[in-house]
């Protein structure tokens, strides 16, 4: 994997979903590419459903889901661990709608996951 130069920044960062979400929301909103997309946004922070306390030891995976629900498109976060479970954590929201729509958040989509890939790699 290629690291971004933020990967440093991660280094030590807090060990927690809210630190692992607010550090990678942080980054999407200081890229030129997201602008646009970022400032569509409704919501952005932690889901009511998100984990207390230290990320798993075990995480192996990050990854986010594209949905569309009634007039909104959301990007829910998740974490993975060897275990198999499964703990959302994070979610962005839109009320407008379109191609456009969708295609801007699958652009945050993708970007998140990446950036968190690099956090948890920096930190577990």
């Known amino acids: 994997m290629v ?3 933020y990967y440093k920044e ?3 960062k807090p060990k927690t979903y809210e630190g692992l979400f607010k ?3 942080r980054v999407l909103k200081e890229l030129p590419s997201l602008k646009e997309p970022m400032e569509s946004l409704e919501y952005e922070g932690l889901c009511n459903k998100a984990p207390t306390g230290p990320l798993p030891d075990d ?4 990854f ?3 949905s569309k629900g009634l007039e909104r498109f959301y990007v829910d976060c998740y974490l993975r ?3 198999k479970e499964t703990h ?3 979610v ?3 009320l407008r709608d379109g191609l456009d729509s969708y295609m801007k958040m699958g652009m945050i989509a993708g970007t998140f996951t990446k950036f968190a890939e690099e956090y948890v790699d920096a930190n577990l």
Do not use: P
């Not at 995480?59 to 990050?62: G, M, Q, W």
């Open 59 to 62: 995480t192996i995976d990050v």
């Open 88 to 90: 959302q954590f994070g």
């Open 64 to 66: 986010c889901v594209v």
């Open 92 to 94: 962005y929201r839109t």
């Open 10 to 12: 991660f280094i030590g």
């Open 3 to 5: 690291l971004s130069r």
């Open 23 to 25: 550090e990678v929301n």
């Open 81 to 83: 661990t060897e275990s």
